[in-house]
């Protein structure tokens, strides 16, 4: 994605005329489809998959999983991408993150590269911080203590991992349930908590795999608006795979449709980065009809279309 769309002009005051310009620059110099990656604009590399298929098992039992998948995330100065990966069940979604992830058993990558940060992956990483749709918490811990749990790992002092966690339960709105076990909280409180023990450990790249599937609808967008927030602030590239087109194109600024048997990327899309939030944004027609598009085109297997048609009345509006 090119640097236009990312000024801090652009991004600090969020006027809806400045993002139109911007993504007009962004969608005329992006391809849309997989085989034409954005243009790299001389940046770093943060994340490449290579023509990656991994199968599972061996002889008649072998079943490809995903198939010569392949894209660019570059690095952008001072801000992250957000990736939004759709697709339907058993495409490969979960595999492509946990593949990323450095994850066994879709880590390692049955043919293909996977490459983080300019390297191999060769693994888990710090760099890399996974969020899963299984909220991962320790029963035994506190919500502090769980927030704080990398930071122990990693040999961070008592007193200044429990600062650090507190400042994070404060941020994901769960002041005054510190001292709670996860069996006192509702699933939404958990995925807060989740969330914080990931981005506490400032990943550069966070992957969450359909983060918000079992929220009901007023916490998911809540949660939305939170992630969206916490991400300006830290400025990690994130990854999420969501069932839902409204959360892709409402979070994403890239949504990344996949097709199954096999598990394949079909097109890469553009969409605006959100400047309101998601209650508003639902009630814009262009909202509306780019994700309708979406969905039509994952229900009916379209093959990559180009630019989703919303986005123009969005920009000419
Ligand atoms: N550990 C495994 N062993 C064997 N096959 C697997 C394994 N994990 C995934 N698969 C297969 O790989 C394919 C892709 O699975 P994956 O979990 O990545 O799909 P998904 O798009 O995340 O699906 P969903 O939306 O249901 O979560 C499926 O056919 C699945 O059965
Ligand atoms: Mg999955």
């Given at each position: 994605m090119p640097e236009e769309k990312r000024t801090p002009a652009a991004d600090a005051n969020g006027k809806a005329d400045d993002k139109a310009a911007a993504i007009k620059a962004s969608a005329a110099a992006t391809?849309?489809?997989?085989?034409e990656p954005a243009s790299p604009a001389g940046l770093p590399e943060l994340v490449r998959f290579e023509k990656v298929t991994k199968s599972f098992r061996d002889g008649a039992q072998m079943r490809v999983a995903i198939q010569d998948i392949s894209f660019v995330v570059h690095d952008l100065p001072n801000v992250g991408e957000l990736v939004a990966i759709v697709g339907p069940s058993g495409c490969g979604k979960s595999t492509v993150l946990r593949m990323l992830a450095g994850l066994r058993p879709h880590f390692p990558a049955t043919n293909g590269s996977v490459m983080a940060l300019g390297k191999p992956v060769t693994g888990p990483s710090a760099e890399r911080g996974m969020v899963d749709q299984k909220y991962s918490l320790m029963p035994h811990l506190t919500v502090v203590e769980n927030i704080a749990f990398g930071l122990k790992l990693r040999g961070v002092p008592g007193r200044e991992r429990h600062d650090r966690a507190t400042e994070w339960a404060k941020k994901v709105g769960l002041e005054g349930n510190e001292d709670k076990y996860p069996g006192e909280l509702s699933g939404g409180m958990q995925q807060r908590v989740s969330i914080a023990a990931t981005l506490i450990l400032e990943p550069k790249i966070l992957l969450m795999d359909e983060?918000?599937?079992?929220?009901?609808p007023k916490i998911r967008m809540q949660m939305q608006e939170l992630l969206i927030q916490l991400w300006r602030e830290q400025q990690s590239t994130v990854f999420i795979v969501t069932h839902s087109m409204e959360e892709a194109v409402y979070l994403g600024d890239r949504v990344l449709r996949m097709a199954a048997k096999?598990?394949?990327?079909v097109e890469e899309l553009q969409v605006p980065r959100p400047d309101v939030p998601p209650e508003v944004m639902r009630k814009k027609p262009w909202f509306n009809d780019l994700t309708q598009e979406l969905l039509r085109r994952l229900e009916t297997d379209a093959p990559a279309s180009g630019e989703l048609p919303g986005l123009e009345k969005w920009r000419t509006q």
């Amino acid at each position: 994605m090119p640097e236009e769309k990312r000024t801090p002009a652009a991004d600090a005051n969020g006027k809806a005329d400045d993002k139109a310009a911007a993504i007009k620059a962004s969608a005329a110099a992006t391809p849309a489809t997989p085989a034409e990656p954005a243009s790299p604009a001389g940046l770093p590399e943060l994340v490449r998959f290579e023509k990656v298929t991994k199968s599972f098992r061996d002889g008649a039992q072998m079943r490809v999983a995903i198939q010569d998948i392949s894209f660019v995330v570059h690095d952008l100065p001072n801000v992250g991408e957000l990736v939004a990966i759709v697709g339907p069940s058993g495409c490969g979604k979960s595999t492509v993150l946990r593949m990323l992830a450095g994850l066994r058993p879709h880590f390692p990558a049955t043919n293909g590269s996977v490459m983080a940060l300019g390297k191999p992956v060769t693994g888990p990483s710090a760099e890399r911080g996974m969020v899963d749709q299984k909220y991962s918490l320790m029963p035994h811990l506190t919500v502090v203590e769980n927030i704080a749990f990398g930071l122990k790992l990693r040999g961070v002092p008592g007193r200044e991992r429990h600062d650090r966690a507190t400042e994070w339960a404060k941020k994901v709105g769960l002041e005054g349930n510190e001292d709670k076990y996860p069996g006192e909280l509702s699933g939404g409180m958990q995925q807060r908590v989740s969330i914080a023990a990931t981005l506490i450990l400032e990943p550069k790249i966070l992957l969450m795999d359909e983060p918000f599937g079992a929220l009901d609808p007023k916490i998911r967008m809540q949660m939305q608006e939170l992630l969206i927030q916490l991400w300006r602030e830290q400025q990690s590239t994130v990854f999420i795979v969501t069932h839902s087109m409204e959360e892709a194109v409402y979070l994403g600024d890239r949504v990344l449709r996949m097709a199954a048997k096999p598990g394949r990327l079909v097109e890469e899309l553009q969409v605006p980065r959100p400047d309101v939030p998601p209650e508003v944004m639902r009630k814009k027609p262009w909202f509306n009809d780019l994700t309708q598009e979406l969905l039509r085109r994952l229900e009916t297997d379209a093959p990559a279309s180009g630019e989703l048609p919303g986005l123009e009345k969005w920009r000419t509006q």
